[in-house]
C-alpha cells in the first residue's frame, strides 16, 4: 500500500514562495502524483499532476505561470513550487497518487492513496 507524506507548509505574505514537498514509501515511477487543495467552505480543487512515465505535467488555470510541479529522480518525492502566491491560495495541500497514471484534476476520485496534508496560509 502506498503512502505519501506531505510537508513544506506554513505561512507567508502575499507575494511570497513556498516548497511543498511530498515523500511516497515507495518510487513513484509508475503513478501519477496530484497536488489538491481544500479551503473552509470550499471543494477539493486540483492544483497540479505530473505523471511520472513521461513527466507530462497538468495545472488548474489559477496556478498556471505560478506553481511548478516536479519529481526527484530518485523517483519517491515530488514537489509543488509555489511563488507569486496570492490569499486565494490559502488552504490545505494534499498530495494524491494513483497507479493508473492518470492526470484528472477535476476528479479527485480518480487518485486512491492520500497524504494527511500541509497547511498553507498566505496572509499579511
Known amino acids: 500500500q502506498l503512502q505519501v507524506v506531505e510537508s513544506g507548509g506554513g505561512l507567508v505574505q502575499p507575494g511570497g514562495s513556498l516548497r511543498l514537498s511530498c515523500k511516497a514509501s515507495?518510487?513513484?515511477?509508475?503513478?501519477?502524483i496530484g497536488w489538491f487543495r481544500q479551503a473552509p467552505g470550499k471543494e477539493r480543487e486540483g492544483v497540479s499532476c505530473?505523471?511520472?512515465?513521461?513527466?507530462?505535467?497538468y495545472y488548474v488555470d489559477s496556478v498556471k505561470g505560478r506553481f511548478t510541479i516536479t519529481r526527484d529522480n530518485a523517483g519517491d518525492m515530488v514537489y509543488l513550487q509555489m511563488t507569486n502566491l496570492k490569499p486565494e491560495d490559502t488552504g490545505l495541500y494534499f498530495c494524491?497518487?494513483?497507479?493508473?497514471?492518470?492526470?484528472?484534476?477535476?476528479?479527485?476520485?480518480?487518485?486512491?492513496?492520500w497524504g494527511q496534508g500541509t497547511q498553507v496560509t498566505v496572509s499579511s
Open positions: 494524491a497518487a494513483n497507479p493508473y497514471r492518470l492526470c484528472v484534476l477535476s476528479d479527485a476520485d480518480v487518485f486512491d492513496f
Open positions: 515507495t518510487s513513484l515511477d509508475n503513478y501519477a
Open positions: 505530473i505523471v511520472s512515465r513521461d513527466e507530462s505535467t
